[in-house]
């Protein structure tokens, strides 16, 4: 019995042995159940002892104790060297080169359009207005209707607008987010909000003209508000973006949703006003269309024109940034030339 015991250990060891090669933790596993589990080779052998005579047993007993601590602690060894195998095995799968040389990634900036935006938006946040924004792709009774705009008013007209269908157009101006911010808050005032936002005209892109192009929209609704709060918000704004002693001028002009309409000019910001050819000779450069809420588009929006009254305006994104960056044609921003671009990372230069 003690041989066939010292023969088990033999066999046993030299198994783990050959084991170790194969590195597969489910042959060590199957290993110990085959040697030292319940019914493995050393518990079919303990079994036996029944058989033994009373001097044998102590004799045979402490071999087999023996032989199992050696199975035992063999196996903890050859488990321990396994794992710290797979371990390195692994940490050389995930190795990084540190002596590679680094790969220096292009710098995004932010577009010199959206840079404008979000100045006339902080501008006009810190006057106290909420930013809302509506829906490119607009329907005709948000972009004209309820903006005034009789059914064969020119603006409706093929040349100016992209229609999707019928009913459904790429909005030719902000002014449907008035439309939609009276639905949404009627009957309540104040109403102070611009809207900031993307939109289209079929038109010919040339040096001042882009067929989409973006727009900030104004609206204030409350109780006696008056021209010369709209006249006051717009110098403030533009003295804001353009500097402490910029002048501006209100000019007449005609929208079908504002009554009395008008234009804003800035004095030239390149010639001071003394005339040069970005304004024309005259001094004066247009930055926005503007004017009172017409009583029609307080009504349609669910407003009592009796109660209430409004301002509102519309200026063009890009004109706004051309004359901040000295930029002579609309085209530069959506051609993505990197040299323009670099320009307002805050790298270039
Ligand atoms: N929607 C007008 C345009 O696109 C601008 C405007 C807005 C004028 C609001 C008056 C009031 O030209």
Known sequence: MIEQLQALRTRALARLEALETSGDPGALEAWRVEFLGKKGELSSALRLMGSLSAEERPVVGQVVNEVREELESAFAQHKAQAEAQA????????AVDVTLPGRTPFLGAEHPLQKVIRRIEDIFLGLGFAIEEGPEVELDYYNFELMNFPKDHPARDMQDTFFVTEDLVLRTHTSPVQARTME????????????PGKTYRRDDDDATHSHAFAQVEGLVIDRGVRMSDLKGTLLTFARQLYGADQEVRLRPSFFPFTEPSAELDVRCIYCGGAGCATCKQTGWIEILGCGMVHPRVLELGGYDPHEVSGFAFGMGVERVAMLLYGVTDIRQFYLNDLRLLEQFSGLAH
């Open 184 to 195: 949404k808050m009627q009957p309540q005032v104040p109403v102070r909000i611009i809207a």
């Open 87 to 94: 371990l390195r095995a692994r940490e050389a799968g995930d």
